[in-house]
């Protein structure tokens, strides 16, 4: 047994012995899911920009395909083609408040992972945990395909594909596939699959389960094998042009980018594209026939495909837009997957579409402007059972239940909370710069270097990565 397969028994143990009392064992779901050949020959690669603080420490880690910005450390972990993004992490100086609490931080947040196996997971955002206010750690955590960990420090966790975490501490759980948790602190939790759930303890409960087997076409994963269904056939049938940027070193930009816009080095590209000022288009994300109005952006791991923006959209990590019209300030959820299939998919200004959300239909559907939509929609009778507008969402004080969805609280807490983080994210990656003021990711990810890093090629450490340290 060589150094990388040991390493990889010991995340493993780990994990499971943290998930005991589900009796879930991680082995059959991770074991296959990648080659030794692609994490001993695959090189990963560090940015550095003058905008972004530039701390770097691997050790006794694979970081095969990985991609690393800001202050980040690994140690003990295995990262095949996961994205550890930190730009957003807290300076030392700011006050960090949480849970009534104004905590001055004294040094810069870091990213740390450790004895964790992450594989095509986004790593974002910064702790939203007050015990941790300068750590946002992973750690004992097993994550699969295109899962989302968001602001959430994780423990002893499992998380399957296209899961998503957002600003939740996670301790001991499994995280269904297809799943978003946004709960603040969540513990000892088995979430199953398809489960939508975002949670503000005393002031709103918003809970929506898939129906059984709705979700089969799309994401199973099953013991021993490989992640199927719809959503993985989708991204394959794409990953050519993503091998083609990856292979390229010297890369020409394909179109006009404004000079207040970012057009990510390692993002696909193809006719018959626009992108207006203000625009971030990260890496990883796919554009073909998009238009995105002033302001928008395309997050990670996105594809917007026969599309338009109209502008200031929020398209979050991981959404899909195939064959759609979006109008001004719509946010689209992580991961959500918007098909028009035989006909344009419309949705109306101020719109907002819940995170893993599937709406995917052979006839028209057109959304009203000012709509809550959620669930998976193929149709205007399941739009009806899925949607309700934001007008009403604010009258109601108690709760309701609609379908497969359950909401308790206060909906116009609700709708304040997401319309405000909608906000803050337009003005984090500069949708409303102008000129001088308001700057954001897509005019700071503009002057970003790329450097390779790579592993032992031969030998008992072959796979495995040297311990560098990487500062200014």
Same mark, same amino acid.
């Given at each position: 047994?060589?150094?990388?397969?040991?390493?990889?028994?010991?995340?493993?143990?780990?994990?499971?012995?943290?998930?005991?009392?589900?009796?879930?064992?991680?082995?059959?779901?991770?074991?296959?899911?990648?080659?030794?050949?692609?994490?001993?020959?695959?090189?990963?690669?560090?940015?550095?920009?003058?905008?972004?603080?530039?701390?770097?420490?691997?050790?006794?880690?694979?970081?095969?395909?990985?991609?690393?910005?800001?202050?980040?450390?690994?140690?003990?972990?295995?990262?095949?083609?996961?994205?550890?993004?930190?730009?957003?992490?807290?300076?030392?100086?700011?006050?960090?408040?949480?849970?009534?609490?104004?905590?001055?931080?004294?040094?810069?947040?870091?990213?740390?992972?450790?004895?964790?196996?992450?594989?095509?997971?986004?790593?974002?955002?910064?702790?939203?945990?007050?015990?941790?206010?300068?750590?946002?750690?992973?750690?004992?955590?097993?994550?699969?395909?295109?899962?989302?960990?968001?602001?959430?420090?994780?423990?002893?966790?499992?998380?399957?594909?296209?899961?998503?975490?957002?600003?939740?501490?996670?301790?001991?759980?499994?995280?269904?596939?297809?799943?978003?948790?946004?709960?603040?602190?969540?513990?000892?939790?088995?979430?199953?699959?398809?489960?939508?759930?975002?949670?503000?303890?005393?002031?709103?409960?918003?809970?929506?389960?898939?129906?059984?087997?709705?979700?089969?076409?799309?994401?199973?994963?099953?013991?021993?094998?490989?992640?199927?269904?719809?959503?993985?056939?989708?991204?394959?049938?794409?990953?050519?042009?993503?091998?083609?940027?990856?292979?390229?070193?010297?890369?020409?930009?394909?179109?006009?980018?404004?000079?207040?816009?970012?057009?990510?080095?390692?993002?696909?590209?193809?006719?018959?594209?626009?992108?207006?000022?203000?625009?971030?288009?990260?890496?990883?994300?796919?554009?073909?026939?998009?238009?995105?109005?002033?302001?928008?952006?395309?997050?990670?791991?996105?594809?917007?495909?026969?599309?338009?923006?109209?502008?200031?959209?929020?398209?979050?990590?991981?959404?899909?837009?195939?064959?759609?019209?979006?109008?001004?300030?719509?946010?689209?959820?992580?991961?959500?997957?918007?098909?028009?299939?035989?006909?344009?998919?419309?949705?109306?200004?101020?719109?907002?579409?819940?995170?893993?959300?599937?709406?995917?239909?052979?006839?028209?559907?057109?959304?009203?402007?000012?709509?809550?939509?959620?669930?998976?929609?193929?149709?205007?009778?399941?739009? !009806?059972?899925?949607?309700?507008?934001?007008?009403?969402?604010?009258?109601?004080?108690?709760?309701?239940?609609?379908?497969?969805?359950?909401?308790?609280?206060?909906?116009?807490?609700?709708?304040?909370?997401? !319309?405000?983080?909608?906000?803050?994210?337009?003005?984090?990656?500069?949708?409303?710069?102008?000129?001088?003021?308001?700057?954001?990711?897509?005019?700071?990810?503009?002057?970003?270097?790329?450097?390779?890093?790579?592993?032992?090629?031969?030998?008992?450490?072959?796979?495995?990565?040297?311990?560098?340290?990487?500062?200014?």
């Amino acid at each position: 047994m060589n150094a990388l397969e040991k390493l990889l028994q010991r995340i493993i143990q780990r994990v499971n012995i943290n998930l005991r009392e589900f009796d879930f064992d991680v082995t059959p779901f991770i074991e296959g899911l990648v080659s030794q050949k692609e994490l001993e020959t695959v090189h990963g690669f560090y940015t550095v920009s003058p905008q972004h603080t530039l701390d770097f420490r691997f050790s006794h880690s694979n970081l095969a395909g990985s991609y690393f910005l800001g202050k980040c450390r690994t140690t003990n972990a295995i990262l095949f083609k996961s994205d550890i993004r930190g730009d957003e992490l807290k300076k030392k100086g700011t006050i960090f408040k949480a849970a009534g609490f104004a905590i001055p931080l004294t040094k810069n947040e870091g990213i740390r992972i450790e004895d964790s196996f992450l594989m095509k997971t986004l790593v974002h955002n910064y702790s939203h945990d007050p015990e941790s206010p300068e750590r946002f750690t992973i750690s004992n955590t097993v994550s699969t395909h295109y899962a989302n960990i968001h602001g959430s420090p994780t423990d002893g966790s499992f998380l399957g594909p296209f899961a998503t975490v957002d600003l939740t501490t996670v301790n001991d759980c499994v995280i269904g596939a297809y799943s978003y948790v946004q709960a603040g602190e969540i513990n000892h939790f088995h979430i199953d699959c398809g489960t939508v759930w975002v949670r503000s303890p005393g002031n709103f409960n918003f809970l929506y389960r898939y129906p059984d087997n709705a979700l089969r076409p799309y994401i199973r994963f099953e013991p021993g094998r490989q992640p199927q269904g719809e959503f993985v056939d989708f991204i394959a049938s794409h990953n050519k042009e993503f091998d083609k940027i990856f292979a390229t070193v010297n890369r020409k930009i394909p179109i006009q980018v404004p000079d207040t816009a970012s057009l990510d080095r390692f993002a696909v590209v193809l006719p018959e594209t626009t992108i207006a000022e203000n625009v971030l288009v990260s890496q990883r994300s796919f554009l073909q026939n998009a238009s995105l109005g002033k302001g928008s952006n395309a997050q990670e791991n996105c594809f917007i495909i026969n599309s338009n923006l109209e502008g200031y959209n929020v398209t979050a990590h991981g959404a899909k837009l195939i064959d759609v019209d979006l109008g001004l300030k719509v946010f689209v959820g992580f991961n959500s997957f918007l098909r028009g299939q035989n006909s344009r998919l419309q949705i109306g200004k101020d719109c907002i579409i819940m995170p893993h959300t599937i709406i995917d239909s052979a006839a028209p559907i057109r959304i009203p402007p000012g709509s809550l939509v959620w669930g998976y929609i193929t149709s205007e009778q399941d739009l !009806q059972e899925n949607s309700i507008p934001l007008e009403d969402l604010r009258k109601i004080t108690s709760g309701f239940s609609q379908g497969h969805i359950v909401f308790e609280g206060n909906g116009n807490s609700f709708v304040k909370a997401f !319309q405000n983080r909608i906000m803050h994210i337009l003005d984090a990656n500069g949708a409303f710069f102008d000129g001088k003021k308001g700057k954001g990711h897509a005019q700071r990810n503009q002057n970003i270097s790329f450097n390779i890093v790579q592993p032992y090629a031969e030998g008992k450490k072959k796979g495995l990565y040297p311990t560098m340290v990487i500062k200014p």
